[in-house]
DNA sequence: AACGCGCCCTGTCCGC
DNA sequence: TGCGGACAGGGCGCGT
């Protein structure tokens, strides 16, 4: 579900909660949800002092001395911090208990995310493999220009594969495109000098604001206090078939690609 | 090598 | 009201 703004939003509320807090007992309820041995995964994360949350591409990672405990949230996954005396929510995977009393939940209906307890080193080689996060300084329009270069494959499921940029999901890949004017369709390889620096300044600016908005929610995101995201209502193109086109009027099209719904304007974007 | 597709799984919504 | 089908913020593994 979550793409680079809700991670975010999650990860900097979760950082002012429970950094320095300590993991007491790790109950881990749908073994499919974690990665390797479930006994070990518990073993490792359980009484571990967590020193800090950040996030790299859609992963939360929470660092806990020489180990990461990494969360990536498929599509639906959440994390709550709960209070003491709250029950479990529907659909917790994994929880965590913190010793000052309060629980970590990781819920998740349908179970496409992943956690995972990785020493740093494992962590670190498979950050590595990612590609650039797009709002920091190493990304950028000669980076992206030269990335695309040697692709044929349309730009819009190019951006949402994480080996190129990181942090681009279904619904900021469509509004991004829409805010450089280029069609979806177009092969990667064809965008011009000019359309690449469009492009880059939209992506940087749309995640940006989802950030300042505190994500999008359409269905069942939530932050880690339960709130549903604000910048649902600036969506410009995505979910918004046969609507009328902010800046043109033409009705919003949706296609798809690579399995996935594109929305886009047939005026606005060549 | 790069690309496209199917699949993992549950919930919700829409049309009949 | 019930039921089937389509679709949902992701990512992996497969075949070509």
Redesign the pocket.
Not at 133 to 162: G, N, Y
Not at 186 to 198: G, I, M, N, P, Q
Not at 256 to 265: D, E, K, P
């Given at each position: 579900?979550?793409?680079l703004p809700?991670v975010e939003t999650i990860v900097r509320d979760l950082r002012v909660r429970i950094t320095g807090a300590r993991f007491g007992e790790v109950r881990v309820v749908r073994d499919?949800l974690v990665e390797g041995n479930v006994r070990a995964f518990e073993e490792t994360v359980s009484g571990r002092t967590i020193a800090s949350v950040t996030r790299r591409?859609?992963?939360i990672v929470i660092a806990i001395d020489g180990d990461r405990l990494v969360i990536?949230?498929?599509?639906?996954g959440r994390v709550l911090v709960l209070d003491p005396g709250t029950p479990d929510p529907?659909?917790t995977g994994v929880g965590f208990d913190l010793v000052d009393g309060r629980r970590v939940i990781y819920r998740d209906?349908?179970?496409?995310g992943?956690l995972a307890a990785l020493s740093v080193q494992a962590w670190e080689r498979r950050a590595a493999g990612m590609g650039p996060e797009p709002l920091e300084d190493l990304f950028t329009t000669d980076l992206l220009h030269a990335a695309t270069r040697?692709?044929?494959?349309?730009i819009k499921?190019?951006l949402?594969?994480?080996r190129r940029v990181?942090g681009?999901?279904?619904?900021y890949a469509s509004e991004a495109l829409f805010r450089a004017g280029i069609t979806p369709r177009k092969?990667?390889?064809r965008l011009t000098r000019r359309e690449t620096s469009a492009l880059h300044t939209a992506i940087r600016e749309v995640l940006q604001e989802a950030i300042d908005f505190r994500?999008?929610?359409?269905?069942?995101?939530?932050d880690a206090a339960g709130e549903?995201?604000e910048f649902s209502r600036r969506l410009r193109v995505?979910?918004r078939e046969g609507e009328p086109c902010v800046r043109c009027g033409t009705p919003i099209r949706?296609i798809?690609?690579?399995?996935?719904?594109t929305y886009f304007c047939g005026g606005c974007q060549r």
């Amino acid at each position: 579900m979550p793409e680079l703004p809700e991670v975010e939003t999650i990860v900097r509320d979760l950082r002012v909660r429970i950094t320095g807090a300590r993991f007491g007992e790790v109950r881990v309820v749908r073994d499919d949800l974690v990665e390797g041995n479930v006994r070990a995964f518990e073993e490792t994360v359980s009484g571990r002092t967590i020193a800090s949350v950040t996030r790299r591409a859609k992963n939360i990672v929470i660092a806990i001395d020489g180990d990461r405990l990494v969360i990536n949230l498929g599509m639906t996954g959440r994390v709550l911090v709960l209070d003491p005396g709250t029950p479990d929510p529907a659909h917790t995977g994994v929880g965590f208990d913190l010793v000052d009393g309060r629980r970590v939940i990781y819920r998740d209906a349908r179970r496409f995310g992943r956690l995972a307890a990785l020493s740093v080193q494992a962590w670190e080689r498979r950050a590595a493999g990612m590609g650039p996060e797009p709002l920091e300084d190493l990304f950028t329009t000669d980076l992206l220009h030269a990335a695309t270069r040697t692709s044929r494959s349309p730009i819009k499921p190019w951006l949402m594969d994480q080996r190129r940029v990181v942090g681009v999901g279904n619904i900021y890949a469509s509004e991004a495109l829409f805010r450089a004017g280029i069609t979806p369709r177009k092969a990667a390889r064809r965008l011009t000098r000019r359309e690449t620096s469009a492009l880059h300044t939209a992506i940087r600016e749309v995640l940006q604001e989802a950030i300042d908005f505190r994500g999008t929610t359409l269905l069942d995101y939530r932050d880690a206090a339960g709130e549903p995201g604000e910048f649902s209502r600036r969506l410009r193109v995505y979910d918004r078939e046969g609507e009328p086109c902010v800046r043109c009027g033409t009705p919003i099209r949706r296609i798809v690609q690579g399995g996935r719904s594109t929305y886009f304007c047939g005026g606005c974007q060549r």
